[in-house]
Structure formats: structure tokens, C-alpha cells
């Protein structure tokens, strides 16, 4: 190593240097290197230099540079191999990927009211095809209940509604191809070929049909957002139908892939702690101050506004907390040239052309010293005062960034505020309706940590559960 760099953590397994160590336990291997090695260090990891930081305090700083250092480029390399079309960089499209970008404005603020209509339209035409019907318990596996509801759902809203009798079939079908998908996923990130991985290429090849333009066109009542790409992509005479229908297929793999786990994480803590349950409906009899008349009515459909949803302050709590727990997300960011990087007042490091910075939040959201007994589920840690708590300390000093589910900078998600809405408006609409039960003897499934690094992890197992639709109260 040369002056002014990190130490380097390397193993003397040729290329692979320590790949297999890190991919095993991520967290584990971070966490142990950080108490050697302190606030910043190098791995070498597949034949990449990745410098870690890992020190909270110090994101500020490293963050500040963001513009130093490169995540479209790459970003676009890894998408495009994963969900197969040109990369951006090859399309010779002036502009395009900067129209991609402010595409993302319609998925902010006063943009998504017209969605957040459409998604309690959508959530409650799906609840009545399976589950408004009047009964007794029904029991259900809860990963299941949630994908099977929140797939067709974001489906629905981001895309519309395909024209034709066979439309549920279909959704099925599509959803279970996503799943097959999704499980190869981290090997596609990875760079291992497409056409080795059995019948996956078969499966994208069919998103790729179905997302084409000719297709879509005939599909009514989607986002805004997707009309707007739909147009951006048929003002590109020199972009494949194909390539356009790869860029819809990743925006569902976007909006559906982390969205489905943190939404079970969300409902399973609420379900598992009736203090958390109380909680809720105390505060959305108080905040949304529904009328009898619009509480237990399966036949219609429940129209909350942002400004409702944006003062469930306990309800934001217990989604801020289930993130907190099964968030494990790696930032990478890509030196395009020799780059300083200041690590606070004092310090500073090299990293060199084609050598990576990262950061793993994981290690902040479960730092005993930020967040007090980090492995329990605390559903109101984020209210203070009935205000969002947003003071969290380590080593005596206010964190500026306490909670990183979202990325921040370059790569920060652009629909972290409709995947808010998305939780609350179903959190809502679950608990006017129906009555939970997670059945006993089941203790919290572990995370499933072969999908470390790449966002919200699923369970490793289901939960079962049971439900039942609620009975109005008397007059
Ligand atoms: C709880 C749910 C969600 C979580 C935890 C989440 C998390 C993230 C994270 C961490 C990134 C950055 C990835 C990176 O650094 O490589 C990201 C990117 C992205 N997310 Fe989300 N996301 C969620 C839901 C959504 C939804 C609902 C949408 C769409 C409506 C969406 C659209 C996107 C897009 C398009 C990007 C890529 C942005 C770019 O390349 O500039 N996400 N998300």
C-alpha cells in the first residue's frame, strides 16, 4: 500500500482475497475489522479495493464528497448486465439518463396524491378478491399474505391494469416468475452470466415481452411517473423495444423487491407486540379521526391524504424500526480518478482510480451505543414528546445520519416517500378491518443474510398467522 492509505485487510487467496470471509457474515466480518483496524479500512474483495467507512460520525464528512466520486456509472453497469438491456453509457441518447433522473421528481410531495388514491383503490380491490369476505379466523403464512397483497398492489399503481378476463392468472404467474428471478439476483449482481443460471434468462426474457410498448399502451390507470418514462423511452428512436421494456421490468424489481420484506418486518413487529398495536389505534382514531361510518366498511375504499399519513408519527415509528432490523444495504461509490477523502478535521485517505468507498449502516442501526438494546424491537424509539425523535448519540455527539435505509446522495432512493406511504396506507387499512393473531410457539425468524448488502432481508422462514374481519361495533 502507499502512503496516505487505509490498512488492507487481504487474504493470500489469489483474486478472491477475502470474498468468501465477507460474503459468509458481512456484518460479522465488518464489525470485527472495525474493532482491529478502527474507523476506515481497505478489503480486497473479488479483485475490488473497497475502503470502509465505518465510523457514523464520520459519514457526514464522507458524504459531503459524494460528487467526488462516482454511483451513476457503475450503477448503470450492474443494472443493465442484471436486467438486461444497453447500458446507458453505450445508448448515445444525449440527455437521457438526466430525464431518467428528474423523472424521479414524480415520485415526491404533491405528486404522489393522486397515487396514494390510486394504492387504496388498488390494496382494497385485492383485499376483496381474497379476503373481505365475512368469517370466521382464517389462517395464513405471513410473508405470503404480504407478498401475494403488496405485489399485485404496487403492480397495479405503478403500471395499470392489462386489458382482458385473465388479468389475476396472469398477476400470479408474473409474480411467481418475479420470485424465481429475485433468487438469482445476487448472483447477477455478482456478474455471473445470465445463461448459467437455468431457467433465468427464459424468465427475463418474458419480462422483457411483457413490459413492451406496444403492451403497455393498453394498460390503464398507471402512475404518472411510468406515463412519463413510457413517453421519455418513444421520444428515443434509437432505444430497442426491448431495452425499454428492461428498463420497466427493473423499476418493478425497485419498487416490489425491498418493499415486500420491510413490509412483513413492519406488520410482524406490530402483530408480535400489543403495545404496538394499541398504540396505532390510539393514534389513528386520534390523528385520522375517521368517522364510524368509514371504520369496518369493506365495500369502500378508504381515501387518506399525505397530510393524514404524514402525522402517524407512532405508526413511522414502528416502520422506521423494522428497517432499522432488517436493513442491510451496502453504499459503494466509485473513484474515477485518484481521489483524497477527508475522513473529519484531522484526516483524510487515498483511494486510487477504479478502487471503491462503502458504507454499511447496518453497523450504525445495530451500534449498542446509538440505539440502546440494538436487537429488540422498540416499536415508539423513533417518538419523542409525540414528535419524530430524531437526537441519537454516540460517543456523546449528535448523529447526523441516525438511520440509512434509504441510502443518501447520489444513491439515495427516489421512492422512499411512496414506499412510507405504501406501509402506512396498508398498516391502516389492515388494522380497521381486521383483527391478528401470530400463532403461538414461533419465535422471530432470523434474517436471511444470503441477500446482505443488497437491501431489506427477508425471513429465512414464514410466520403463520391468523385473521379475521372485524365486527363493526354496536350503535
Ligand atoms: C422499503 C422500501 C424500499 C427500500 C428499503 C429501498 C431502498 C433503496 C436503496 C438503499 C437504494 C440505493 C441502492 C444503492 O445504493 O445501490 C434504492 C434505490 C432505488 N429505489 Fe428504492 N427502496 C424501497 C422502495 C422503493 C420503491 C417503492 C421504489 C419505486 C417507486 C424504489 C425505487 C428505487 C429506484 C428507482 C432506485 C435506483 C435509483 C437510481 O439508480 O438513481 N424504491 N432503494
Given at each position: 500500500r502507499r502512503a496516505g492509505e487505509p490498512p488492507l485487510i487481504d487474504s493470500w487467496i489469489p483474486f478472491l482475497g477475502k470474498a468468501l470471509e465477507y460474503r459468509a457474515d458481512s456484518r460479522k466480518f465488518l464489525e470485527e475489522n472495525y474493532r482491529k483496524h478502527g474507523d476506515a479500512f481497505t478489503v480486497h474483495l473479488a479483485g475490488r479495493y473497497i475502503t470502509f467507512v465505518m465510523n457514523p460520525l464520520?459519514?457526514?464528512?464522507?458524504?459531503?464528497?459524494?460528487?467526488?466520486?462516482?454511483?451513476?456509472?457503475?450503477?448503470?453497469?450492474?443494472?443493465?448486465?442484471?436486467?438486461?438491456?444497453?447500458?446507458?453509457?453505450?445508448?448515445?441518447?444525449?440527455?437521457?439518463?438526466d430525464e431518467i433522473q428528474r423523472g424521479f421528481q414524480l415520485l415526491k410531495g404533491e405528486n404522489l396524491d393522486s397515487t396514494l388514491e390510486a394504492v387504496s383503490a388498488?390494496?382494497?380491490?385485492?383485499?376483496?378478491?381474497?379476503?373481505?369476505?365475512?368469517?370466521?379466523w382464517r389462517t395464513s403464512n405471513l410473508y405470503?399474505?404480504?407478498?401475494?397483497?403488496?405485489?399485485?398492489?404496487?403492480?397495479?399503481?405503478?403500471?395499470?391494469?392489462?386489458?382482458?378476463?385473465?388479468?389475476?392468472?396472469?398477476?400470479?404467474?408474473?409474480?411467481?416468475?418475479?420470485?424465481?428471478?429475485?433468487?438469482m439476483f445476487p448472483l447477477l449482481v455478482a456478474r455471473v452470466p445470465?445463461?448459467?443460471?437455468?431457467?433465468?434468462?427464459?424468465?427475463?426474457d418474458k419480462f422483457h415481452k411483457y413490459f413492451l410498448p406496444q403492451r403497455m399502451k393498453a394498460w390503464s390507470n398507471g402512475m404518472r411517473f411510468t406515463q412519463t418514462r413510457m413517453?421519455?423511452?418513444?421520444?428515443?428512436?434509437?432505444?430497442?423495444?426491448?431495452?425499454?421494456?428492461?428498463?420497466?421490468?427493473?423499476?418493478?424489481?425497485?419498487?416490489?423487491?425491498?418493499?415486500?420484506?420491510?413490509?412483513?418486518?413492519?406488520?410482524?413487529?406490530?402483530?408480535?407486540?400489543?403495545?404496538?398495536?394499541?398504540?396505532?389505534?390510539?393514534?389513528?382514531?386520534?390523528?385520522?379521526?375517521?368517522?364510524?361510518?368509514?371504520?369496518?366498511?369493506?365495500?369502500?375504499d378508504l381515501t387518506l391524504t399525505r397530510e393524514?399519513?404524514?402525522?402517524?408519527?407512532?405508526?413511522?415509528?414502528?416502520?422506521s424500526e423494522s428497517l432499522r432490523l432488517s436493513t442491510s444495504s451496502v453504499t459503494l461509490r466509485l473513484a474515477t480518478e485518484d481521489t483524497k477523502i477527508q475522513l473529519d478535521e484531522r484526516r483524510w485517505f487515498n483511494v486510487r482510480k477504479g478502487d471503491m468507498v462503502a458504507m454499511f449502516p447496518q453497523t450504525l442501526h445495530m451500534d449498542p451505543e446509538v440505539y440502546g438494546d440494538p436487537e429488540t424491537y422498540k416499536f415508539?424509539?423513533?417518538?419523542?414528546?409525540?414528535?419524530?425523535?430524531?437526537?441519537?448519540?454516540?460517543?456523546?455527539?449528535?448523529?447526523?445520519?441516525?438511520?440509512?435505509?434509504?441510502?443518501?446522495?447520489?444513491?439515495?432512493?427516489?421512492?422512499?416517500y411512496m414506499a412510507t406511504y405504501l406501509?402506512?396506507?396498508?398498516?391502516?387499512?389492515?388494522?380497521?378491518?381486521?383483527?391478528?393473531?401470530?400463532?403461538?410457539?414461533?419465535?422471530?425468524?432470523?434474517?436471511?443474510?444470503?441477500?446482505?448488502?443488497?437491501?431489506?432481508?427477508?425471513?429465512?422462514?414464514?410466520?403463520?398467522?391468523?385473521?379475521?374481519?372485524?365486527?363493526?361495533?354496536p350503535h
Amino acid at each position: 500500500r502507499r502512503a496516505g492509505e487505509p490498512p488492507l485487510i487481504d487474504s493470500w487467496i489469489p483474486f478472491l482475497g477475502k470474498a468468501l470471509e465477507y460474503r459468509a457474515d458481512s456484518r460479522k466480518f465488518l464489525e470485527e475489522n472495525y474493532r482491529k483496524h478502527g474507523d476506515a479500512f481497505t478489503v480486497h474483495l473479488a479483485g475490488r479495493y473497497i475502503t470502509f467507512v465505518m465510523n457514523p460520525l464520520l459519514y457526514p464528512y464522507v458524504i459531503k464528497q459524494d460528487s467526488q466520486l462516482d454511483f451513476h456509472e457503475f450503477s448503470d453497469q450492474i443494472s443493465s448486465f442484471a436486467f438486461g438491456y444497453t447500458p446507458l453509457s453505450h445508448c448515445d441518447i444525449p440527455g437521457l439518463e438526466d430525464e431518467i433522473q428528474r423523472g424521479f421528481q414524480l415520485l415526491k410531495g404533491e405528486n404522489l396524491d393522486s397515487t396514494l388514491e390510486a394504492v387504496s383503490a388498488n390494496l382494497m380491490q385485492v383485499l376483496r378478491q381474497d379476503h373481505l369476505g365475512a368469517g370466521s379466523w382464517r389462517t395464513s403464512n405471513l410473508y405470503e399474505f404480504c407478498d401475494s397483497i403488496m405485489f399485485e398492489t404496487i403492480a397495479l399503481t405503478m403500471f395499470g391494469k392489462p386489458p382482458g378476463a385473465s388479468y389475476r392468472g396472469d398477476i400470479q404467474a408474473l409474480r411467481e416468475d418475479f420470485h424465481k428471478f429475485d433468487d438469482m439476483f445476487p448472483l447477477l449482481v455478482a456478474r455471473v452470466p445470465v445463461r448459467l443460471l437455468g431457467k433465468t434468462k427464459a424468465i427475463r426474457d418474458k419480462f422483457h415481452k411483457y413490459f413492451l410498448p406496444q403492451r403497455m399502451k393498453a394498460w390503464s390507470n398507471g402512475m404518472r411517473f411510468t406515463q412519463t418514462r413510457m413517453e421519455l423511452f418513444d421520444g428515443c428512436d434509437s432505444m430497442k423495444d426491448t431495452d425499454k421494456a428492461a428498463h420497466h421490468f427493473a423499476m418493478m424489481w425497485a419498487s416490489v423487491a425491498n418493499t415486500i420484506p420491510a413490509i412483513f418486518w413492519n406488520l410482524y413487529g406490530v402483530m408480535s407486540d400489543p403495545s404496538a398495536m394499541a398504540a396505532i389505534r390510539e393514534e389513528m382514531r386520534d390523528v385520522l379521526g375517521l368517522s364510524e361510518d368509514q371504520v369496518n366498511r369493506p365495500d369502500t375504499d378508504l381515501t387518506l391524504t399525505r397530510e393524514q399519513l404524514d402525522k402517524l408519527v407512532c405508526m413511522e415509528s414502528t416502520i422506521s424500526e423494522s428497517l432499522r432490523l432488517s436493513t442491510s444495504s451496502v453504499t459503494l461509490r466509485l473513484a474515477t480518478e485518484d481521489t483524497k477523502i477527508q475522513l473529519d478535521e484531522r484526516r483524510w485517505f487515498n483511494v486510487r482510480k477504479g478502487d471503491m468507498v462503502a458504507m454499511f449502516p447496518q453497523t450504525l442501526h445495530m451500534d449498542p451505543e446509538v440505539y440502546g438494546d440494538p436487537e429488540t424491537y422498540k416499536f415508539d424509539r423513533f417518538v419523542k414528546d409525540g414528535k419524530k425523535k430524531t437526537d441519537f448519540y454516540k460517543g456523546g455527539q449528535k448523529l447526523k445520519y441516525f438511520l440509512l435505509p434509504f441510502g443518501y446522495g447520489s444513491s439515495r432512493c427516489p421512492g422512499q416517500y411512496m414506499a412510507t406511504y405504501l406501509m402506512k396506507l396498508l398498516l391502516c387499512v389492515l388494522l380497521l378491518h381486521f383483527d391478528f393473531l401470530v400463532d403461538p410457539g414461533q419465535s422471530t425468524p432470523p434474517l436471511d443474510t444470503s441477500r446482505a448488502g443488497l437491501g431489506t432481508l427477508p425471513p429465512s422462514s414464514d410466520i403463520s398467522f391468523r385473521y379475521r374481519l372485524r365486527t363493526r361495533p354496536p350503535h
